[in-house]
């Protein structure tokens, strides 16, 4: 019997998720992977920032599948999320899961300012607004009325923990954004999270999420809680190890990494444990439900912009989802990333899934290559 061959380029060094699904292709026996410049590849698992979209699905007699959807990023910086929700009617109408949030441009970009009242019209008719003077109405609305006058301020395209000031003071956070020259977000800081004991400490949840070819969602059944090993402190918003839980600032800055979690990192199964004893919760039934609703209102809004169904090439996508949880148990998205790492045990299980889910539906393996069937998919369809 003839088997049939697969073939694929590989163009981005850097993604260790991808480098991982290469050699889980390449095992199979039935994908051979070519030059990084063949154009007859049937998958190109390609550079974020850098993919030849427009020559995609020319080549005559080849289905052709891409790791990225065109369009993505409006979903994965920070001010192109605010602006998405804001001017997407169904989104805005019933979006109470992102901190209130302004997106501002450094005044020597001279971008147009809207205007306290209405704000949200001249964002509707102008792609580039800088809403710093709805943030300063909101700002002071919110301190007479003594609802709490923390914020923070994000680089719409920053990671790791660059380019971000927690402040009370609204013009320190205008100051520190003209300052660093490109555009911002400033964002309503959720001053009462839930916190992990021992240890008084926050966490932030990632979700990884996949959207298939057919613009199915996934999401990945394993979540993991990145944490602080320092206790919060909403006094001293100076102190970066308190306040954000990026594992680069927390390895490089707090003396107590790895003190709690090994890898300042914990996986649902203890996080679901954790609830159950400390606040008589179950995961299942009071944040997750939360966090599917979140993913899928933000992608579902997307898909007629950026769906290849009916394009002559392929896309999917493994997306990661930031979230918080304040002491409510209210879940809050924090940003959405568009080539997320992943924890180092999850590596096997993820990219296998990724494989079978992603292109293995599109290219299907003979029977003598197929893995024996697990027990379950590792994604769930939402």
Known sequence: ???????????????????????????????????????????MLGERNRL????????????QLVNYYRGA???????????????TPELSESCSWLPESYVIYPTNLKTPVAPAKNGINHMMNNPKTDEREVFLASYSQKKEAGEGSVWIAKS?????????????????????????????????YLEKPLLLEPGHRK???????????????????????????????????????????????QKEHSKNYGKYEEGNEMFFDEF????????????????????KQIIRSCLL?????????????QSFQLFGFDFMVDEDLKVWLIEINGAPACAQKLYPELCQG?????????????????????????????
């Open 301 to 313: 809004c997307l898909e007629p912009a950026i769906s290849t169904k009916h394009l002559s090439y």
């Open 52 to 63: 030849p979209f427009g020559r995609l699905g020319h080549e005559p007699g080849l289905m």
């Open 73 to 87: 990023d409006k979903l994965c910086r920070k001010a192109s999320l605010v602006k998405l929700i804001k001017t």
């Open 1 to 43: 019997m003839n088997v049939i061959m697969y073939t694929f380029v590989a163009r981005d060094e850097n993604s260790s998720v991808f480098a991982d699904v290469a050699k889980r292709l390449v095992s199979t026996g039935q994908w051979k992977r070519l030059k990084r410049d063949n154009p007859r590849f049937n998958l």
């Open 203 to 249: 966490f932030d949840i990632r979700s990884w999420v996949l959207v298939d070819h057919q613009y199915s969602i996934y999401l990945y059944k394993e979540g993991v809680l990145r944490t602080s090993s320092e206790p919060y402190d909403s006094s001293d918003l100076q102190d970066k190890t308190s306040h954000l839980t990026n594992h680069c600032i």
């Open 272 to 291: 679901s444990q954790y609830l159950l004893k400390s606040h008589n919760t179950a995961l299942d039934s009071s944040i997750l439900p939360q966090i």
């Open 354 to 382: 990724i494989v079978d889910v992603a292109i293995s539906s599109i290219f299907p393996l003979s029977d003598s290559s197929q893995k024996p069937p697990s027990q379950q998919s590792p994604f769930i369809k939402l």
């Open 156 to 188: 719409s395209a920053g990671a790791k923990g660059a380019g971000i000031l927690i402040s009370s003071d609204a013009n320190e956070l205008l100051e520190f954004i003209d300052n660093q020259g490109q555009v911002h977000v400033i964002q309503k």
